[in-house]
């Protein structure tokens, strides 16, 4: 059996079993929607906990602008689950063009989580000032900590090579070629060589077996490079981590449920709070991990929130919680195999 | 039954002139030369090119909230034009691909419709009708997920270079 046949069997299996719990939940009343079990052949035991995940929420600068909206739907989501998460990361965007005025409005409406919150940046936070207003409001944009046993690592996943200082082009004009997904200008963005050094250095000391759980704006993997749906130096962070037993990685830039598996690295992609986005014209490795296309006609179809529950062997059961009726059977119900 | 009698039962009453020009053997004019038809070309690449930046929010009335077409149409994807006309129930009746393309202008970007006769509305289908160039024609529902178009670099049609950044065609995918 290839590689990929097996860890789909895997997937299957824990997703079977997730399927079960999923009626457990039901019956108490809690509307879960399951898309994947994320498994981890951790050896030492961590105190299960949970955590959220809200992104890309594209703020704009109109006062009472939808996307306000949805963004505080979000939280409130996230406020209302029981048990409540442990905390929440932010999977970058929280602006559309990346000026203060969006920033602070998103750090705003992000301030009423009732849970501590790590964010890491999006595109279109940053090419206005290069980061600068964002720093000031939300830190560092490369952290790690551990939580009950976890080793969490966040990394600015969207550093391009400088295509406008040759070219004279204003901040204002290169942050609207950032904006544009389909950009033919900037190209594949990373982490590049700086953060990979960090990487590598806050990880020599772990043993194999710490669960590791990566956060990125971008994908891991090569999904989709045109829309940037992928990190152009990914190979190397997945080689940093090869040692690790099991590493969950979790982004956000693809507004769409998606879920895949390259070595021992597990990816789930979140709905963002803002609009979805089509699936690429490219083939899925677990096209069972697709949502239902979204209905143009209702405004927040097809956006939502994520919720993870890690128990003590660094499972993960992974949830999404969409506004409306977005998951297909497979993913609302679990599979059995 | 000779032809001429053919086609006048064919094309029925007022036939008979349209048989004579068909019978007659005679061209309107000769094919277009090379570069007559590469000056069409150009012109359809000129509307392309104002449809693609309209799409991308070039033109104000089609947006009050900021949100342009490419919000969520990258590469004119799942905007379906291959798939008109067809049932939308927002109307409760059969549309063609510019309604569709209003309504979004008047709804989720809060904006002005654009005339379906206009050069705007052209270009918005030149745009998205030459990304889905080779798709069959399918009118009616897409009720499933419906996969972006394929384009390989660039904006996906003939356009000056911007000499600006890396291509896509310079990204070689590193295998997963």
Not at chain 1, 110 to 130: R, T, V
Not at chain 1, 145 to 154: A, D, L, Q, S, T
Not at chain 1, 216 to 238: C, G, K, M, V
Request: glycine share 8%.
């Amino acid at each position: 059996m290839s590689e990929v046949n097996k860890s789909r069997r895997d997937f299957l299996a824990f997703s079977g079993r997730a399927g079960m719990a999923t009626l457990v939940a039901q019956a108490v009343g809690i509307n879960l929607g399951i898309v994947d079990v994320v498994r981890a052949e951790s050896g030492g035991k961590l105190d299960p906990f949970r955590f959220a995940i809200i992104s890309d929420a594209h703020l704009y600068s109109m006062d009472n602008h939808k996307f306000d909206q949805q963004l505080i739907d979000a939280v409130n989501k996230v406020n209302a689950m029981s048990p409540k998460p442990d905390f929440v990361l932010f999977g970058g965007d929280v602006a559309q063009n990346g000026t203060e005025d969006q920033l602070v409005k998103g750090k705003e409406i992000l301030s009423k989580l009732e849970m501590p919150m790590h964010i890491i940046p999006g595109e279109h936070d940053w090419y206005l000032d290069m980061g600068d207003a964002w720093r000031g409001l939300f830190g560092d944009e490369t952290w790690s900590f551990n939580h009950k046993g976890v080793h969490f690592i966040g990394l600015n996943s969207i550093l391009v090579r400088d295509f406008w200082t040759e070219a004279g082009l204003s901040p204002k004009e290169r942050m609207t070629v950032m904006e544009m997904l389909e950009s033919p200008i900037p190209g594949p963005w990373g982490v590049h060589e700086q953060q990979l050094e960090w990487l590598a250095n806050d990880v020599k000391d772990l043993g194999p077996g710490t669960p590791i759980v990566i956060f990125t704006h971008s994908p891991l993997w090569d999904y989709y490079p045109r829309w940037n749906f992928q990190t152009s130096d990914a190979p190397e962070i997945r080689e940093i981590l090869s040692k690790f037993d099991n590493v969950m990685s979790y982004h956000g830039h693809v507004h769409q449920t998606l879920y895949n598996r390259i070595g021992n690295m597990s990816s789930v992609a979140a709905m963002s709070t803002s609009w979805p986005w089509p699936y690429p014209p490219v083939e899925l490795a677990f096209p069972e991990t697709r949502m239902n296309r979204a209905d143009p006609s209702i405004a927040t179809d097809g956006q939502g929130v994520q919720i993870i529950d890690l128990n003590n062997e660094f499972q993960g059961l992974v949830q999404y919680k969409p506004f409306e009726d977005s998951l297909t059977p497979f993913m609302q119900d679990g599979f059995t195999v | 039954m000779t032809t001429s009698t053919a086609i006048r039962r064919a094309v029925g009453i007022g036939g008979v002139a349209a048989a004579a020009i068909v019978a007659s053997g005679v061209f309107a004019r000769a094919p277009f030369t090379e570069e007559e038809l590469a000056q069409q070309m150009d012109a359809l690449y000129e509307s392309v090119q104002l449809g693609y930046d309209m799409w991308h929010g070039t033109k104000p009335s089609m947006a009050t909230n900021g949100l342009a077409c490419g919000n969520c149409h990258p590469d004119t994807a799942a905007s379906n034009p291959q798939t008109f006309p067809k049932y939308m129930t927002m109307y409760g009746k059969v549309v063609q691909w510019p309604e569709m393309v209003n309504w979004c202008i008047e709804n989720p970007q809060l904006g002005e419709r654009i005339d379906p006769a206009s050069d705007d509305m052209t270009a918005l289908a030149a745009y998205a009708m030459y990304l889905h160039r080779g798709i069959p024609i399918q009118p009616g529902l897409a009720s499933q997920q419906t996969s972006g178009v394929v384009v390989e670099h660039g904006t996906g049609f003939k356009r000056e270079p911007t000499g600006l950044g890396v291509d896509s065609r310079d990204h070689t995918p590193t295998p997963n």
